[in-house]
């Protein structure tokens, strides 16, 4: 008898899990869920940032081409590019351009394209790149508008006394990425630098 009484005490006090228990375990539950949440929202604001950063350098690499193919002594300084919306941009590749500033306010010709100051006409333009790819009539995004802005300068020690240093800086102008849900966090120009000769 008394065997079975305390068979029954056992069964009992071990009979599951109480209410505070199981509130405890779903909140934990909850707090790892969210935490997974907030980094796949990271990694997706990344993931379009990284998007943005990529088209931003392959146009701003198509623009020092269309520069560069033009030799320093050429006749004429003038070529054209085109965007998706048949938007025909006229390009200067004269020596001038877009205004410099130092990096660091360091004076050490390290100086990169000032997106603060006004456009200088002939070595700016708006760029718009189309999001293509659906092939099922639907939406495939937002197009993407590039502020792209050239300098053309001597450098301070050219190689041969008719190189021109070449900088190309592309930034992007819009709010929102492909889906529209995407938001830029900080927005830097992408600069390439190169050196054309005769």
């Known amino acids: 008898m008394k065997r079975n009484q305390q068979l029954k005490r056992r069964r009992s006090s071990n009979s599951g899990f109480s209410l505070i228990e199981l509130l405890i375990a779903m909140l934990i ?5 969210l935490g997974g949440m907030i980094v796949i929202l990271t990694a997706i604001a990344s993931n379009a940032r990284n998007r943005f950063d990529t088209a931003g350098v ?6 020092m081409d269309r520069i560069i193919v033009l030799s ?7 070529t054209s590019i085109t965007d998706c919306t ?3 941009q006229a390009m200067t590749t004269a020596p001038g351009g877009a205004p410099l500033v130092d990096l660091s306010n360091i004076s050490n010709g390290l100086q ?3 997106f603060t100051q006004a456009p200088v006409p002939g070595y700016q333009m708006y760029y718009t790149l189309c999001a293509t790819g659906a092939s099922d009539g639907l939406a495939t995004g937002n197009p993407q508008i590039y502020d792209v802005r050239w300098n053309v300068s001597t450098p301070l020690n050219p190689p041969n006394g008719s190189s021109q240093l070449i900088q190309v ?10 889906g ?3 938001s830029r966090m900080f927005n830097l120009p992408v600069t390439l630098r190169a050196l054309r000769g005769n």
């Open 180 to 182: 529209g849900q995407q």
């Open 86 to 88: 048949g938007t025909a």
């Open 72 to 78: 320093a002594s050429a006749g004429v300084q003038a």
């Open 58 to 63: 392959a146009l701003a690499q198509s623009t």
């Open 112 to 114: 990169v394209i000032d």
């Open 169 to 178: 800086a592309a930034k992007n102008l819009g709010e929102v990425g492909n």
């Open 29 to 33: 539950l909850t707090i790892g869920l």
